[in-house]
């Protein structure tokens, strides 16, 4: 080993100088270089009461962070152990769930109850009651495969409600196969800071989620997504607008508008705002029997003129509310030709006429997944799931598939008690189905 003089020690690595704002290009000053990389994450707080453990492994790891202006590996070894502690955030939430006992569930034999003080006597007992009892993890009323390891955790915090979203499982899967190949390297890889950062990003998003705080504008987790009332408005050539329901009654002449022939509805929807993480670019697209637009988007009012629109406005005064868009179910009807996902109160709401076909209960964060996932089922050689259970081939669950009540029934499980709603006939002329 070659021994080296600290003020080398202390010199700006060349390396990690020419990441900058801008990507790559140039050389930054070592002082601007450590203010930058240390705001990639310095927003990466943590919720209040996350285990001690975990928080302290977390901080240090920020700490850490910052030293890869000095020593680029640091950016690799910041990377590497942000994945290690994935595993750990899960054991220190699962000794605070369970409260020190652990129960399992035998084949054909009342469950056991143990007690337990740490997660080393959590690991021994799992791996014992799964070899010698084939015995599964009781989680409120389900159980799971549970051997302590880190796929045993995962199932425990899905099954447990703790980790949410189609999309997000598609990420842990990831990120736990990063973490074995770490455990057990093969190779030689080296992280960027740009990876390191967003590894330590959604550590974080992790972490919070699993002790229950979604992140807002969240990656992996997202918090809950403003919605406002907003007029979609479409004329006969085809052109469709939307504009916020203020700039609607606000003072001042609209010829354009009426002498065009516009139709106006009113919705609740995510503001169109291009550059945004969130920005819904299917609005256009809105249909009241079809989801067809990215993010929930609920039917108010309409169709109807301008000034019918600004009088029920003024009369109703809707106000905006907050949505989460993870882990909606649909239901996808195939009757002669595959039909764009329903809600599953539209659907209990249609006609005896209308409920014929093959219809499919599916959970997903957005409709494309949904019916993605329908459309692919149909080749047997694309791996995607038929029965109920996580789809391995896309990130769609499925949770029932047949007659129209039949998949009904599988969405009512899912969301426990479902109220018919019948909604007018309404789609803005860029959506690409049809009501019928």
Not at 112 to 137: E, N, P
Not at 222 to 234: D, F, H, T, Y
């Amino acid at each position: 080993m070659e021994i080296r003089p600290l003020e080398e020690l202390r010199a700006a690595d060349d390396l990690s100088l020419a990441f900058n704002p801008y990507g790559l290009g140039g050389r930054m000053r070592p002082e601007d270089a450590a203010e930058f990389q240390q705001r990639q994450i310095a927003d990466c707080d943590l919720a209040e009461g996350v285990a001690a453990g975990t928080r302290d492994s977390f901080e240090r790891l920020r700490t850490v962070f910052a030293y890869g202006v000095l020593c680029y590996d640091v950016y690799t070894m910041v990377g590497d152990q942000a994945l290690l502690i994935y595993e750990q955030a899960l054991r220190d939430r699962f000794m605070e769930w369970c409260a020190g006992t652990v129960t399992f569930r035998l084949p054909q034999a009342p469950d056991v109850s143990y007690a337990v003080t740490s997660y080393d006597d959590v690991k021994k007992l799992a791996d014992r009651m799964m070899r010698q009892q084939r015995a599964k993890l009781v989680v409120a009323a389900r159980t799971v495969e549970f051997n302590g390891m880190l796929h045993g955790l995962r199932l425990w915090a899905r099954a447990a409600g703790l980790l949410r979203g189609r999309r997000s499982r598609a990420v842990e899967d990831a990120l736990a196969k990063l973490r074995n190949y770490v455990a057990h390297p093969s190779g030689h890889h080296v992280d960027t800071p740009v990876e390191a950062a967003g590894t330590v990003r959604d550590l974080a998003e992790l972490i919070n989620q699993l002790w229950g705080q979604a992140t807002p504008d969240g990656r992996l987790y997202p918090a809950p997504l403003r919605r406002e009332i907003m007029v979609l408005s479409w004329n006969g050539s085809g052109r469709s607008r939307m504009e916020h329901a203020d700039a609607l009654i606000a003072p001042g002449p609209t010829p354009d508008q009426e002498s065009d022939g516009y139709q106006h509805v009113v919705v609740r929807a995510i503001p169109f705002g291009p550059g945004s993480r969130w920005d819904d670019a299917h609005w256009a697209e809105f249909d009241t029997r079809y989801e067809t637009t990215r993010f929930p988007t609920d039917y108010l009012w309409g169709p109807g003129s301008r000034e019918e629109a600004k009088a029920w406005l003024e009369q109703e005064r809707p106000e905006g509310d907050s949505v989460d868009f993870t882990d909606r179910v649909f239901l996808v009807q195939d009757h002669g030709r595959l039909l764009p996902p329903m809600r599953p109160a539209v659907a209990a709401g249609l006609p005896d006429d209308e409920r014929g076909g093959v219809w499919h209960a599916v959970r997903a964060d957005f409709p494309n997944d949904a019916f993605a996932h329908v459309r692919g089922s149909g080749d047997r050689s694309a791996s995607h799931a038929r029965r109920p259970g996580d789809c391995p081939a896309c990130t769609a669950e499925v949770l029932g598939s047949g007659t129209y009540d039949e998949a009904l029934r599988a969405a009512g499980v899912a969301l426990g008690p479902i109220q018919a709603v019948r909604l007018p006939s309404v789609r803005l002329p860029l959506s690409p189905f049809s009501p019928d």
